[in-house]
């Protein structure tokens, strides 16, 4: 086998149960932050799934996980 078949694919989007995994919190726990706000990153929604984009929550995770309102102001302001 090569190093091309050993490497493991990394999902660029996260199911809830990876999300938790994640950022090491259980399920309530993530919908709870999520209602609040604490967890910023929002979700997209694919043929009914709700997903989280990895690159979004490790982003956030190296901004300090601030709040929502926070952090979307600093994703716009990234953006332009």
Known sequence: ???ETTDKIE????TVE??????????????RLRASGVF?????????KVLYRRSEIE???????????????TKRMNDN
Do not use: F
């Open 1 to 3: 086998m090569t190093a």
């Open 11 to 14: 999902p660029v989007l996260l």
């Open 18 to 31: 990876q999300t938790c995994q994640l950022i090491n919190v259980g399920r309530a726990e993530l919908y």
């Open 40 to 48: 910023a990153p929002l979700p997209v929604g694919l043929c009914r």
């Open 59 to 73: 982003d956030w995770v190296k901004a300090g996980c601030p709040h929502r309102k926070q952090w979307q102001t």
